[in-house]
């Protein structure tokens, strides 16, 4: 695990790498998240003022206090209810494409951003951010001491697929066959879909980086092989990437 990368091991058993946000893209989506609020609050306040020019006194201190209720709620639950509603993310962070996720890898829940939202008064203090910025600066993966409280981290959003991306997320370099070879007549892929297809390919491609390589490859390839009949024949590290190959160039013969 990188200082700026972590790694995420799916239910698939597909380890999967995300890249960990900086500090400038955490700043950025904060400043773009806060200039919102303060537009809003700006409007609030503008519109409060034109319809009180005419108003009683008392009126006029009853609709001061609804006013900083107003700004009170928008400023503590404007992080709380975006997070919520959109998965991990603000308008800030959704404009410079990060989320906030579990620390391992998995969606936000409820909780997590609950207790990630009450300790950021303690992330504001003194002023500005400035327990908050300390913190970020002395912890691995760039957290917030409401990250830590929550177990949660900021990552860089996935690019969404298209036609090309899933073109070349799907390419794999192949060590135990030749795009030339024929394929066995026992590989058959009719009961796979591209979610398999996908799997597999995650693994080819980050199997050089796996430490527990020969296990990983096993659990990958065994659903694979009972889907298509054969379990027996992924009971080894090569034998398991060799069928994972020919899977793939499988898939890949259908495309064509």
Not at 99 to 120: E, H, K, W, Y
Not at 226 to 240: D, M, Q, T, Y
Request: aromatic share 8%; charged share 20%.
């Amino acid at each position: 695990m990188s200082e700026n990368r972590v790694f995420i091991d799916t239910p698939e058993n597909v380890v999967l790498e995300a890249e960990i946000a900086g500090f400038g893209s955490r700043c950025i989506a904060a400043l773009i998240d806060y200039v919102f609020v303060m537009a809003v609050m700006i409007l609030l306040l503008c519109l409060f003022s034109g319809a009180l020019r005419n108003s009683a006194p008392t009126d006029t201190a009853l609709a001061i206090g609804l006013l900083v209720l107003v700004q009170f709620v928008i400023i503590s639950f404007y992080h709380l209810f975006f997070e919520f509603m959109w998965n991990g993310q603000t308008p800030g962070k959704r404009r410079v494409g990060i989320r906030v996720v579990q620390a391992n890898g998995m969606p936000m829940t409820a909780s997590a951003i609950l207790i990630r939202n009450l300790v950021r008064l303690f992330d504001f203090l003194p002023l500005g951010y400035g327990v908050g910025l300390l913190v970020l600066f002395s912890t691995k993966h760039t957290q917030r001491l409401g990250d830590l409280a929550a177990r949660t981290i900021v990552v860089y959003e996935r690019p969404r697929l298209n036609l090309n991306t899933i073109q070349e997320d799907l390419q794999v370099e192949y060590l135990h066959i030749s795009r030339y070879d024929l394929i066995p007549s026992n590989i058959q892929i009719s009961n796979l879909d591209q979610n398999d297809r996908r799997n597999i390919v995650h693994y080819l491609q980050r199997r050089s980086q796996l430490t527990n390589r020969e296990q990983v490859a096993i659990l990958v390839a065994q659903p694979i092989a009972e889907r298509i009949g054969i379990p027996g024949a992924v009971n080894s590290l090569g034998r398991a990437e060799m069928f994972l190959e020919y899977v793939v160039r499988a898939f890949e013969l259908a495309d064509s």
